[in-house]
């Protein structure tokens, strides 16, 4: 599966945007998806993820209650809706693949060496 991100841009403090990532070769609904983030001289870290069914998704603390993932079948295309955006949420947005389901014990979905396939990235820069 190849996947595409896109939506980024730049975004005052307090605003929204809704980043698509796109699948082409393969059903995005048998994967489970993560979003990752990159920020300058940062680590890459996982911010949410979804499960292959959609029964299952999970945030980090930094982003629960602001950013929100969903999956339109239809589309295959995978949405990571951010609210409340913070300078801190600068960084290059990524999202990523993986064929099985992966739980929360021990944050494993927030690994990025447990995915297969990744994007090239979009850039979110959140400033005044």
């Known amino acids: 599966v190849q996947l595409v991100e896109f939506g980024g841009g730049l975004v005052q403090p307090g605003g929204f945007l809704r980043l698509p990532c796109a699948a082409f070769?393969?059903?995005?609904?048998?994967?489970?998806i993560g979003w990752f983030r990159q920020a300058p001289g940062k680590e890459r870290e996982g911010r949410s993820y979804i499960s292959p069914s959609d029964e299952n998704t999970y945030y980090a603390d930094s982003v629960k209650g602001r950013f929100a993932i969903s999956r339109d079948n239809t589309k295959n295309t995978v949405y990571l809706k951010m609210n409340s955006l913070r300078r801190e949420d600068t960084a290059v947005y990524y999202c990523?693949?993986?064929?099985?389901?992966?739980?929360?014990?021990?944050?494993?979905?927030?690994?990025?060496?447990?995915?297969?396939?990744w994007g090239q990235g979009t850039q979110v820069t959140v400033s005044s």
């Open positions: 990523a693949a993986r064929y099985t389901h992966l739980t929360s014990q021990g944050w494993s979905w927030a690994l990025d060496y447990k995915y297969d396939y």
């Open positions: 070769g393969s059903t995005l609904g048998t994967y489970a």
